[in-house]
């Protein structure tokens, strides 16, 4: 009998082994991010088989989002955790993450964040906040996204070396999808009808610099009708700029819309992206924004 047992419950341990490996191999690397941005370009340096974690709710500015007990958990317990830098979150400050798992994909170009002056605000129903002194939306350079792009990928090959192949493959044709739009936006400025621009939120700092426009900016929220005192203070920022193009971060009404065309102002809708966009990808979203702006131009 003591051998009819033993013999039972090594074939079950086995059993359970066995039943274990489906599991085991469901396993698949994670990459955490803080913005959108990084988690296209981790999705398309992936192909498919790595899962990527950005938890910021769609109608949640990732600048200003805080995570819960369980969303810490969750990036922590990631293989590679990606943050822009430059001061776009303030949150990793705030958390304890493995340093040796976590990559600042802006840090080896710190010399060439654009600083700001520190502004404080009301956005929204978010409330006050504050702009860091550091302009932050760095991919809006597709160089600099190139950058960062190039650190993501070094960063999943030295965590998934098996996939180093794949992750090589992707990382160059998501490469030449950015130097196009480089390119592209780079030929902006040529264009005859080219000229200073107004942005409704100061978002586009690494655009502007990178491309040679000038852009001066607002602080509207598309979501809500401009006030009479937003209008005047406008006004004189057109008479003063010369600015015949006026950038949205996202679609305004058609009233505020109108407003601008009476002022002889062409409206273009530019989302930078920060977040997932309710369609389309980065490249796709990218290059209708472009689209846009070379159809204004001309």
């Known amino acids: 009998m003591k051998r009819i047992n033993l013999l039972r419950g090594v074939f079950l341990g086995a059993l359970m082994s066995v039943a274990a490996l489906p599991l085991a191999a469901q396993d698949r690397p994670v990459v955490a991010t803080d913005n959108y941005p990084l988690a296209y370009f981790a999705q398309r340096l992936g192909g498919g088989a790595v899962d990527t974690l950005f938890l910021v709710p769609k109608e949640t500015d990732p600048s200003f989002w805080r995570p819960g007990i369980s969303d810490i958990a969750a990036i922590q317990g990631a293989d590679v955790i990606a943050l822009n830098g ?66 993501l990928a070094g960063a999943m090959i030295r965590a998934f070396p098996d996939q180093e192949a794949a992750i090589t493959q992707q990382s160059d044709a998501l490469i030449a999808d950015l130097t196009d739009l480089d390119t592209r936006a780079d030929a902006l400025s040529d264009l005859d009808g080219a000229g200073p621009i107004i942005a409704s939120h100061p978002r586009y700092q690494y655009f502007g610099a990178a491309y040679d426009l000038d852009i001066a900016a607002v602080e509207w929220d598309a979501n809500e009708e401009p006030t009479d005192e937003q209008w005047t203070a406008l006004e004189a920022m057109i008479a003063e700029t010369g600015a015949q193009f006026f950038i949205w971060e996202a679609t305004p009404s058609p009233g505020a819309q109108d407003r601008l065309a009476s002022l002889g102002v062409t409206d273009i809708v530019f989302p930078p992206l920060a977040n997932t966009p309710a369609e389309g990808d980065f490249v796709e979203m990218m290059n209708a924004s472009l689209a846009l702006m070379e159809s204004a131009f001309e």
């Open 86 to 151: 430059a001061g776009f979150s303030t949150w990793p400050t705030k958390a304890s993450l493995p340093r040796s798992r976590t990559i600042d994909t802006s840090a080896a170009f710190t010399d060439r964040l654009i600083r700001t002056d520190t502004v404080t605000h009301s956005h929204g129903e978010g409330g006050q906040h504050s702009h860091e002194a550091t302009a932050s939306y760095t991919w809006l350079d597709f160089a600099l996204a190139q950058e960062q792009a190039t650190v």
